[in-house]
C-alpha cells in the first residue's frame, strides 16, 4: 500500500518560523536514524531548529523551495530544491534534505516527492522559463502523468 500524507505543502520563508521547530523534529529523528544528511548525532533540537531557520533567506530569494507532507497533525517528511545559480543552469535543481520520518519509511512517502514530467511546477520558479524546462523533472507535490 501506497503512503499517501494528509497534505503536502509548500512551506514559504514566511511560514519557516511556525513550522521549524516540526522540522527540527523530523531531522533530529533522521539523523538519530542513521540519515547521512550533514549532521552528526546525536544532533540537538536547537540545532536542527537553528539550521532550518538559516533557510529563510535562501526561501525569500527563490535559490530554495521547501515542501513539507502532513498527517495526523504533524511532519512526516520534507524535500527541497536547490536551484543553480549560474547562467546556464536555471532549469536545474538539486533535491535538498529529503527526510521522512523512521515511522513513516518504507510506505512510498519519498515517491511522492518525486513528481515525472513536471515542467509546471519548475516552470513557475523564479528561475526557471518553461521552455527551459526538460519534460522530465524531480520535484514535488502530486504525481503527474508521465
Known amino acids: 500500500m501506497t503512503y499517501r500524507p494528509d497534505t503536502v505543502d509548500r512551506v514559504p520563508a514566511t ?10 523534529e523530523l531531522l533530529v529523528d533522521a539523523v538519530d536514524g542513521g ?4 549532521f552528526l548525532a546525536p544532533l540537538s533540537s536547537s540545532a536542527a531548529e537553528k539550521w532550518w531557520r538559516s533557510q529563510a533567506p535562501a526561501l ?9 507532507a502532513r498527517s495526523a497533525g504533524r511532519i512526516t517528511g520534507t524535500v527541497g530544491l536547490g536551484f543553480a545559480s549560474y ?4 532549469h536545474r535543481a538539486e533535491i535538498v534534505k529529503l527526510l ?11 515517491r511522492v516527492f518525486e ?15 518553461a521552455w527551459e524546462v526538460p519534460p522530465r523533472c524531480v520535484v ?7
Open 35 to 38: 540519515a547521512s544528511v550533514g
Open 15 to 24: 511560514g519557516l518560523d511556525a513550522v521549524a521547530p516540526h522540522l527540527a
Open 100 to 110: 521522512v520520518h523512521r515511522d513513516a519509511r518504507g510506505r512510498g512517502l519519498g
Open 87 to 90: 547562467a546556464n543552469g536555471r
Open 115 to 129: 513528481v515525472p514530467s513536471a515542467r509546471r511546477r519548475l516552470a513557475r520558479s523564479p528561475r526557471a522559463r
Open 60 to 68: 525569500a530569494d527563490g535559490s530554495r523551495a521547501l515542501w513539507a
Open 140 to 146: 514535488v507535490g502530486r504525481r503527474c502523468p508521465p
